[in-house]
Each structure stands twice: as C-alpha cells, then as structure tokens.
C-alpha cells in the first residue's frame, strides 16, 4: 500500500510535468488524488506530499472519505447513494461521480426522493403510476408507468435506458438544491428535510447521524423517538418476489 501511495506522488509529478508542457493548463485542470486505503498515516502522508504541489493543481480527488485537504474543489470519487452525498457535502466535498444511478438503473432501481424503488418487485406489477409523479425526467412526463417497467425490465433494455433517465435526473435535482439550499444558507433545513422523506419513520442510519453533529447538524433535534440504525443503514426494497 505504502509502494502504491509513493507511486501515485511520483505520478503526480509526471502528469504536471506534461500538463505544464502541453499548452493547456488553462482550459483543463489537472487533479491531485489523495491515496492510502484505509491507512490514516499514508493517507496523511499522502496529503502532505501533494500540498507541496498545491502550486500546480487547483483541486484534490478522494478515492474514499478522508480529510485534511487544502483549500479548493475536492473530489469524491465513486460515492452515488443520495444520503452519502448529502452527508459528504457537509463535510465539504464540492463534486463526486459514481455509476450507481446508471447501474442500479439495469437492475431495475429507480431513484426517488421517498427512497429507491425496486421495479422487480411483484407489488410494481399493476401499477399505473410513474415512478414519481413530480419527476420532470422524460420518463416520467412520457407517463411510462411502473407496471409496464415492472413488466418489460427482464426483457427490453430500452426499460434500463428509461430508468436510467429518470436516475439521472433524480441526482441533478437532488445536488441541484443542495446547491441551492446552500447559497440560500438553509442547507441544514434541506438536509431534515430530505432524510424526513427519505427515512421517514423507519430510523436513521447512527453513521449519518454522527457525521452530520460533527458539522453541528442534529437530525435527532425534535425527534427523540427516531430508531437510531447501525450498520450502512442503506435503504433498499429486497424481495424474492420479483416475478
């Protein structure tokens, strides 16, 4: 690990080599990665030799939580459920990308501000409602219904295409008023808001929980009876009843 963290430093300094060479340093950012796995010490190792470069590099990629990082866009990489960016926005990440909204799309999970919906599930079956009536993704305003996907999503790949709009969207917004929440100043109202729909009664996850009070947001605040979920507390329909 401590080989493949020293590497990626001495990368570094080979991409801003050729970065300063190519004429481009203008029009293109070039990043520094922060590695180390899980090791708390090459991770602030790691840190350490990339702010000695901070001169060359406008922003930090995180391959994973971490902190320490100067000032400037920070970068998560492969982070996509809705509750881990929020919670990571509050810790301060500025961008992230992940191919969980287009993944979980093939496999028939549609994002929802209510939480994911399994379209494989046999209570999708009849249904004659989009997956979210307030959606303006172009499934959703097309009127494709979640039995008809329920139906299809085994067979037509169009169905995953369809979902995969729809997931799509659903991030856009979802980043999109946090963006917003936060220029407003109301980003902690925006995040009670959106685990009271997301989570509803069924309880918050203690890791969320716990994050957001190190950054003086209590989601516990006039709810003392919220069960209180160990563990990654995902929320997520699983059935055998798919059919």
């Given at each position: 690990?401590?080989?493949?963290?020293?590497?990626?430093?001495?990368?570094?300094?080979?991409?801003?080599?050729?970065?300063?060479?190519?004429?481009?340093?203008h029009r293109q950012n070039l990043f520094a990665i922060i590695q180390g796995g899980l090791d708390h010490d090459l991770r602030g190792r790691c840190v350490d030799e990339m702010l000695k470069r901070q001169a060359h590099i406008p922003g930090y990629a995180i391959g994973g939580l971490s902190g320490g990082e100067a000032k400037g866009p920070r970068y998560l990489m492969?982070?996509?459920?809705?509750?881990?960016?929020?919670?990571?926005?509050?810790?301060?990440?500025?961008?992230?990308?992940?191919?969980?909204?287009?993944?979980?799309?093939?496999?028939?999970?549609?994002?929802?501000?209510?939480?994911?919906?399994?379209?494989?599930?046999?209570?999708?079956?009849?249904?004659?409602?989009?997956?979210?009536?307030?959606?303006?993704?172009?499934?959703?305003?097309?009127?494709?219904?979640?039995?008809?996907?329920?139906?299809?999503?085994?067979?037509?790949?169009?169905?995953?295409?369809?979902?995969?709009?729809?997931?799509?969207?659903?991030?856009?917004?979802?980043?999109?008023?946090?963006?917003?929440?936060?220029?407003?100043?109301?980003?902690?109202?925006?995040?009670?808001?959106?685990?009271?729909?997301?989570?509803?009664?069924?309880?918050?996850?203690?890791?969320?929980?716990?994050?957001?009070?190190?950054?003086?947001?209590?989601?516990?605040?006039?709810?003392?009876?919220?069960?209180?979920?160990?563990?990654?507390?995902?929320?997520?329909?699983?059935?055998?009843?798919?059919?």
């Amino acid at each position: 690990m401590e080989e493949a963290m020293l590497r990626s430093v001495r990368w570094l300094d080979r991409c801003i080599a050729e970065h300063e060479k190519s004429g481009k340093k203008h029009r293109q950012n070039l990043f520094a990665i922060i590695q180390g796995g899980l090791d708390h010490d090459l991770r602030g190792r790691c840190v350490d030799e990339m702010l000695k470069r901070q001169a060359h590099i406008p922003g930090y990629a995180i391959g994973g939580l971490s902190g320490g990082e100067a000032k400037g866009p920070r970068y998560l990489m492969g982070v996509g459920f809705a509750e881990d960016l929020l919670v990571c926005t509050a810790l301060g990440i500025d961008m992230a990308d992940c191919v969980f909204p287009t993944r979980t799309a093939r496999f028939g999970v549609a994002l929802t501000f209510s939480g994911p919906l399994n379209l494989r599930l046999k209570k999708h079956a009849k249904s004659m409602e989009p997956i979210d009536k307030d959606c303006r993704c172009p499934t959703c305003t097309a009127g494709m219904s979640r039995g008809l996907m329920h139906h299809l999503i085994s067979h037509e790949t169009s169905v995953a295409h369809a979902i995969t709009q729809h997931n799509l969207v659903f991030q856009a917004n979802l980043m999109g008023q946090a963006r917003d929440a936060i220029i407003q100043g109301a980003f902690p109202d925006y995040l009670q808001k959106f685990f009271v729909n997301y989570f509803g009664a069924q309880g918050y996850p203690r890791w969320c929980i716990d994050a957001l009070q190190s950054v003086g947001v209590d989601l516990t605040q006039g709810k003392p009876d919220i069960p209180i979920i160990d563990g990654d507390g995902a929320k997520w329909e699983y059935s055998e009843e798919t059919s």
